[in-house]
């Protein structure tokens, strides 16, 4: 596992902020910059790690997944998944989605000390077959 977060670190560019990838393969078996994507397939699964090179601050984060109708003229928002989740003084915390409909997805994690504001945002793609 430390190899994952030290393998993405560096890909990252080495920032101390908390981040978020995402990758059609399971990033504990270790990613290069050639595997990580934002377009997937309908089904397909949706492997994402957020990673923290500092460690989190609290002990449970919140993601919160959050889909854009781009069908609507203003694009509005639906909620789509929220979970909370024991980071267990690690440094990372990975995990999937299989999401079986079109759209764009945006996922963010936050810090149960401050839901405002999250500590990190990723943006993907899900797109029919």
Known sequence: ?????????????????????FSAQNPKEGLNKNQLENNFKQGQRVYFAIISPK????????????KKDVKSEFWGYSNYRNQT??????????????????????????????????IATGVFRVYAN
């Open 85 to 118: 989740i024991r980071t267990k003084g690690e440094k990372y915390y990975s995990d999937y989605f299989a999401i079986r409909e079109e759209g764009i997805f945006v996922l963010q994690a936050f810090e149960l000390i401050n839901l405002n504001k999250p």
């Open 1 to 21: 596992m430390l190899v994952l977060v030290a393998q993405i670190f560096l890909l990252s560019g080495c920032s101390d902020e908390p981040f978020i990838v």
């Open 55 to 66: 460690g989190f601050r609290d002990d449970m984060i919140r993601i919160s997944l959050t």
